[in-house]
């Protein structure tokens, strides 16, 4: 495991930040943190990393504490911080044989060229990074937090400031290194980040973990009701009989809105609608999501 | 190359290529010139002897090197956490003793940097005596530990952000007080 944080609690002088935290990070998986502003996921990953020292709970990265042991595990751990600064006046190459070196590798202008291009960045020679666009910046720091090939990558909101191309091209460079092994922790409030990317997730409200578990699982036990839009591909049947534990919301020419009943699994609805006659083409969902389950638990959680 | 000598040559880096770090030095040039003016040009302060002219500016160097640590030494801790570049040093595997000595070894090298630049300067207010050699040497032993005690003060106090402000600016006035000191307080001391 790469990351096991039980019962995280912190505070800044008399300030509780962090209650109750709860975290486990396997290699070659994706967590994404979430929650909303202030509830403790910043707090939490500098815990994590030693630049805050925890009072309560436990706190085990890359197998050593953070509180004595911060430098072996910044040695093998890559970060995106949410504090991004950069030299302006460096170029891209000399600013990732810079953080190389301090990583103790030493790498070739190609290698660079190649961990630039890695992220999508291929600058013009000699063009300083002052001049980089936010997006640009957003694909060095990742550079940088890849340039020491590390076991766990800690990301603060890494597609910040991206077109959809370049999301999706980060996406990809997170999905590839997950393959290799590599722990990703994702710190994001877009949720659709989350949910293309993440294998498990957690979330935090006020300082506690309010829950955690892969988005099904989660889904599952938040007992919400599923609602998907369905296009069909011809006329419905004549009765237009419904299996149990489905209905329709609404009719708007070729689109359906259908509900689930909690616990409905929808591979086992759409067989079941097929099975009956419905020609259905095209599957949306418009509720049940990430998002509901997001707005459910932070909402109650923060009442 | 060990982590804290790559730090340092950052360090180094920003001082003679970033444009902060030159306008830092054309600031300090310049400050250099309208002092050497006024030590050659003025009326009464050309009839100071030629040691005294020497050791005034050698008082003035070692006040605008002071200064000049200041800045940078200020630049470089709370600088560089303003601009957020702070953090990506401190996820590196180098310790924090580690990152201060690196950022010394920039306060050593601007302070070089400012040494070179100012003997011109030494020379064009000294060279028809027999004190140059004696005014650089000064700087040097002299000047050193005083420019790299104020660079390491403003540093420990960019690390104390509620100190800084408070601090900050006293520790300027030291700077020019140390200079006006060495050179017009010893001027108006002994008129020639």
């Known amino acids: 495991m790469l990351i096991d944080i039980r019962s995280l609690g912190l505070a800044i002088g008399n300030h509780p930040i962090l209650l109750d935290v709860h975290l486990k990070l396997n290699a070659g998986e994706i967590y994404g943190l979430v929650g909303p502003n202030g509830a403790g996921k910043s707090t939490t990953i500098a815990a994590a990393l030693g630049l805050l020292k925890h009072q309560n709970g436990t706190v085990v990265v890359l197998g050593r504490n953070p509180n004595t042991d911060a430098r072996a595990i910044h040695a093998r751990c890559g970060v995106l911080p949410e504090q991004n600064g950069f030299y302006d006046w460096m170029t891209a190459t000399d600013y990732l044989s810079f953080f190389a070196e301090l990583y103790g590798h030493s790498r070739s202008a190609r290698e660079i060229e190649g961990r630039l291009a890695q992220v999508g960045l291929e600058p013009r020679p000699g063009q300083p990074i002052g001049i980089f666009s936010r997006g640009m910046r957003q694909r060095l720091g990742l550079a940088r937090a890849l340039i020491g090939d590390p076991e766990l990558l800690i990301l603060d909101e890494p597609t910040n400031g991206l ?3 370049g999301r999706r091209e980060i996406h990809d460079v997170l999905i590839a290194q997950s393959r290799h092994g590599v722990g990703v922790l994702l710190c994001t ?7 293309r990317l993440c294998h498990r997730i957690g979330i935090i409200v006020r300082g506690r973990t309010v829950a955690e578990g892969s988005i099904a699982e989660l889904t599952r036990e938040a007992d919400l009701r599923t609602r998907f839009r369905v296009r069909l ?17 609404a009719e708007q020419g070729e689109w359906s809105v ?3 009943e909690p616990g409905f699994a929808p591979d086992a609805a759409w067989r079941e609608l097929l099975f009956a006659g419905w020609p259905i083409v095209e599957v949306h969902a418009v509720s049940g999501s990430l998002e509901d389950l997001y707005f459910n638990l932070t909402e109650e959680k923060a009442a | 190359m060990t982590p804290i000598a790559v730090l340092a040559r950052k360090e180094a880096g920003e001082i003679i290529l970033s444009p902060r770090g030159i306008v830092w030095l054309l600031a300090m040039a310049a400050a250099l010139s309208v002092f050497a003016l006024l030590l050659v040009g003025s009326t009464e302060l050309s009839l100071l002897d030629n040691a005294q002219v020497v050791y005034d500016m050698a008082g003035i160097i070692t006040a605008l090197g002071a200064l000049l640590a200041v800045a940078i030494g200020n630049d470089s801790v709370a600088g560089e956490r303003e601009r957020g570049s702070l953090m990506p040093l401190l996820l590196t595997p180098i310790s924090r003793t580690g990152l201060v000595i690196g950022k010394i070894g920039g306060l050593v090298v601007s302070w070089i940097v400012m040494f070179a630049i100012a003997i011109p300067y030494f020379w064009a207010v000294g060279s028809t005596g027999q004190n140059l050699a004696d005014g650089i040497v000064g700087v040097a032993l002299l000047g050193t530990p005083v420019v790299l005690t104020f660079g390491l003060l403003a540093m420990g106090l960019a690390t104390r952000p509620a100190l800084r402000g408070r ?19 010893r001027a108006s001391d002994n008129p020639q």
């Open chain 1, 163 to 165: 077109d959809p191309r």
């Open chain 1, 189 to 195: 409030h877009l949720l659709d980040d989350v949910d």
């Open chain 1, 233 to 249: 591909g011809g006329p419905p049947p004549s009765d237009r009989a419904l299996p149990k534990r489905i209905s329709i919301i």
């Open chain 1, 258 to 260: 259908i509900d689930l």
């Open chain 2, 167 to 185: 601090v900050s600016p006293h520790l300027s006035s030291c700077c020019s007080y140390l200079g006006a000191r060495c050179s017009w307080g």
